[in-house]
């Protein structure tokens, strides 16, 4: 085989080297150039598959094209056989590197087809959540697999490494053992993922209450559920907390949510008024869902009595606007019609000389 660069005469020995280089990255641009408007090409016809491989794959291509052509080009190159040796295996564990990133980021194309089919954005999206949830847990298991097969590629490619292998495969069953002992608390995490992820006692954006907390489901990785917050706060959770302790899920089965509120009124407050108005409240608003409505007293006490309202929203966030609308709304209400019924303190004062006068009601505010 004839060497292209080795027999340029009158030149340093680095010059054949540094051509090559300079060549295989020109080339490697070149090919993602038309790589990438062949993909813009297509972006007409698949918009958003195209779209997403042209985010994905543009960086990572950059060096794989030139790093396949440096591993073809380093033979025609007039190179000590010991220093050929070291680049071509350097060569490769960067070629493996470079495809093993190729691959993942692949894998975030599938990730981002997946999550257009099964949007979550949409009211009744139970199905999507559990899909969502299925497919981040699978790509991160993915993941791993794929750079421990890569990590494998690059030690195989070590002739020393070949050459031990049948000892570690002698030892590997006790080398099992000590590493299941050793990663104990993570092989509990990852099977406890496995769980989660196909039961789906949580699904990615459920409504939830964990250690008094009310917030989100935001993220479900290999070791650890992030929840998010109502007031933003992020509560790191790990993933065994879920198969080991109870919680409460808003939204096991959909995403309906189911709002409460509370008023607590005088007995002189007519309750058919206040059960129009809420039945009105809920009529001219966008955030009730007009399934549920539902306004009954449902305690009372020496003081006040307690006016329960039910009512329905698609999710948890329109149902917490939805809860706080009309809880300012009924005491609007209440306020401009009916001030009298706002909760009183009723009490008997005794003059000096003994006689006593009864006063029915008498506001917090007063003062004797």
Request: proline share 4%; glycine share 4%; net charge positive.
């Amino acid at each position: 085989m004839p060497l292209l660069f080795g027999e340029l005469s009158g030149f340093p020995s680095w010059v054949p080297v540094v051509l090559l280089v300079s060549l295989s990255f020109i080339v490697g641009f070149l090919a993602r150039l038309i790589l990438l408007r062949f993909i813009r090409y297509w972006q007409n016809r698949d918009r958003k598959l195209f779209k997403s491989l042209e985010k994905h794959l543009s960086g990572s291509m950059f060096f794989f094209f030139p790093l396949m052509l440096i591993n073809v080009g380093v033979n025609y190159i007039n190179i000590h056989p010991d220093t050929l040796y070291f680049i071509t295996n350097t060569l490769n564990v960067f070629i493996i590197l470079s495809f093993c990133s190729v691959l993942i980021r692949l894998t975030n194309v599938a990730q981002d087809m997946l999550y257009i089919r099964y949007d979550i954005n949409i009211s009744n999206n139970l199905r999507a959540r559990k899909i969502r949830t299925q497919i981040i847990y699978v790509k991160k298991v993915v993941i791993v697999i794929l750079v421990l097969f890569c990590l494998s590629l690059i030690l195989l490619s070590f002739p020393g490494v070949r050459k031990f292998g049948t000892t570690i495969l002698a030892g590997a069953g006790v080398a099992g053992i000590i590493i299941g002992f050793a990663l104990q608390k993570s092989l509990v995490n990852l099977f406890a993922g496995i769980q989660i992820a196909f039961t789906q006692p949580i699904k990615i954006d459920d409504a939830v209450v964990v250690e008094k907390e009310w917030g989100w489901i935001e993220e479900i990785n290999l070791t650890y559920v992030v929840v998010r917050i109502w007031d933003l706060r992020r509560l790191v959770l790990p993933i065994t907390y879920f198969t080991e302790n109870p919680f409460q899920n808003w939204t096991r089965n959909n995403a309906q949510i189911l709002g409460t509120v509370f008023l607590y009124v005088d007995y002189s407050m007519p309750v058919e008024p206040l059960r129009r108005h809420f039945e009105k409240i809920l009529s001219e608003t966008r955030l009730w869902d007009q399934e549920t409505q539902v306004l009954q007293v449902t305690d009372t006490t020496e003081k006040t009595m307690t006016i329960r309202m039910l009512m329905t929203a698609q999710n948890s966030p329109i149902a917490f606007d939805l809860r706080c609308y009309v809880r300012e709304k009924m005491i609007e209400f209440i306020q401009q019609n009916y001030p009298q019924s706002l909760p009183q303190v009723r009490a008997t004062l005794t003059d000096s000389a003994g006689d006593s006068t009864d006063r029915a009601a008498i506001p917090p505010s007063a003062h004797e």
